[in-house]
């Protein structure tokens, strides 16, 4: 059913029965998918998933109802639902529904083109086969494949506010297993098709998976560390949560009550843009309808802000960062950042490895959800990497544990690469971090 017709049943509805204030909130999704083994198409999908969610403020309280389903008589009852939903709830609401900004910025990414069914066969074949052309050390089990996908949201509310905005991406990656005599290793590499093309991702993937032969162990010890970007991204991504004015507000986060002072060392900037230049979901309105902007989490080392939505906004006597978010269609409003990155420095990654002599490059870690507790900023993840000789990573070694607490290692950070590498999208939210040089780290070997 078109969103306009859904607008007017349920608008049609709330006046009928006296509901003067309210939100409709929709999002839709369409995804194709194709994995390949072998030199085959293991599986396929495609799928068209979404909802609605209509919440509404009754005598100060917000009741919320959502479905799936897009025909009137469900729409009409979704509206009730909420209706008796807001008069049994005993929590007041704080903030009620938002009047809308007075601008929004527009995206500057180019118009997307998802790859059809067709194609996404097509090219996950192609990956495949490339993989295997790029080394005759690749074996089975290697695997590639392809994914096109489409978002749009909708929110339109009683205050005459209406916004839209849909975006997508088109994901590669190749999952190569190489094996010389009795070794073996596998990698993987995730990229954006258009940005990177079929052969890069291979030759990327392969390229990893063979840097992982021969590698050796390490000693126990206190070591330089250079973490590369993607690994220290995925720190980022982990501890990101300590940022969040709601988990601050519970007591779940080290930088409650710390805007304003200093967490980390001089070098460190933060910021959150969802508008980013190069990034190929940009968010132009928050879940809350507010209009989204740049802002500088952390600057020179001092905390500036956490993320807030509305409600957090007022229960602190701030206002919002224009960062609520919803995990879909049917959840309550949340917190979330856009692209959060660490700022890349002026060293070349080579500038790093000279700094770190007789160090190692922290090249992947393993189990980082297991081995991180985002509470109190403490890990102890399995990675590996290469030593650090000369000037150069060299020798592949395996098997060593880094440890540490997350905020000490913001605070500890000696020197920052140049080279920021951003993720590709899970949603509204990508993390991006150049490679750091840490000094003295611990490192659990033999």
């Known amino acids: 059913m078109d969103f306009k017709l859904i607008k007017k049943i349920i608008d049609d509805t709330a ?131 392809v994914q096109a996908g489409t978002a749009t949201v909708r929110i339109a509310n009683s205050n005459g506010l209406y916004l839209e905005n849909t975006s ?12 010389d005599k009795e070794e073996s290793h596998n990698n993987f590499e995730l990229c954006e098709y258009g940005k990177d093309s079929v052969d890069d991702v291979a030759k990327k993937a392969v390229e990893g998976a ?10 126990t010890g206190k070591y330089s560390i250079v973490i590369e970007s993607k690994q220290m991204r995925s720190l980022l991504a982990v501890f990101s949560e300590a940022f969040s004015s709601k988990m601050a507000q519970v007591g779940l986060s080290r930088l409650a009550g710390k805007e304003g002072e200093k967490i980390a060392a001089d070098i460190i900037n933060i910021t959150d843009d969802p508008m980013r230049e190069g990034v190929s979901i940009q968010i132009p309105f928050d879940a809350e309808g507010v209009a ?11 905390l500036q802000t956490l993320l807030y939505n509305r409600e957090t906004a007022a229960k602190a006597g701030r206002e919002t960062t224009a960062n609520a978010s919803k995990g879909s269609y049917s959840s309550p409003v949340g917190i979330s950042p856009y692209a959060f ?39 102890s993840i399995e990675s590996e990497g290469f030593l650090i000789e000369n000037g150069k990573a060299t020798t592949p070694v395996k098997s060593f544990t880094i440890a540490g607490n997350f905020f000490d290692l913001i605070n500890n950070i000696d020197s920052i690469g140049n080279d920021l590498e951003i993720s590709l999208s899970g949603g509204t939210t990508v993390f991006g971090a150049p490679s750091v040089l840490v000094k003295d780290m611990s490192v659990a070997g033999e």
């Not at 063979?210 to 000693?219: D, P, Q």
């Not at 989204?292 to 001092?302: A, S």
């Open 168 to 179: 997508g991406l088109n994901i590669i990656y190749s999952a190569p297993v190489v094996k």
């Open 15 to 145: 006046e009928k029965n006296g509901i003067t204030e309210y939100e409709i909130y929709n999002s839709e999704f369409e995804s194709v998918s194709a994995d390949t083994l072998g030199n085959e198409i293991s599986s396929f999908s495609s799928s068209v998933s979404g909802g609605i969610c209509f919440r509404c403020r009754i005598d100060g309280k917000m009741g919320y109802a959502s479905t799936e389903l897009f025909e009137e008589d469900e729409l009409s009852s979704l509206v009730l639902r909420a209706a008796e939903n807001a008069k049994s709830m005993e929590k007041e609401d704080s903030v009620g529904i938002f009047e809308g900004s007075p601008s929004y910025e527009k995206t500057n990414v180019p118009v997307f083109t998802p790859l059809t069914a067709d194609e996404v066969k097509t090219v996950a074949l192609d990956i495949q086969k490339k993989t295997y052309a790029a080394s005759d050390k690749v074996v089975d089990g290697t695997s590639a494949g």
């Open 292 to 302: 989204t902007y740049r802002k500088d989490i952390v600057k020179n080392g001092v």
């Open 210 to 219: 063979l840097s992982k032969l021969g590698a050796k162990t390490v000693a």
């Open 341 to 379: 990155c660490i700022e890349a420095g002026d060293n070349t990654k080579e500038d790093l490895f000279k700094m770190a002599e007789g160090g190692i490059f922290v090249t992947e870690v393993k189990g980082l959800h297991a081995g991180a507790n985002a509470v109190t900023g403490d890990f």
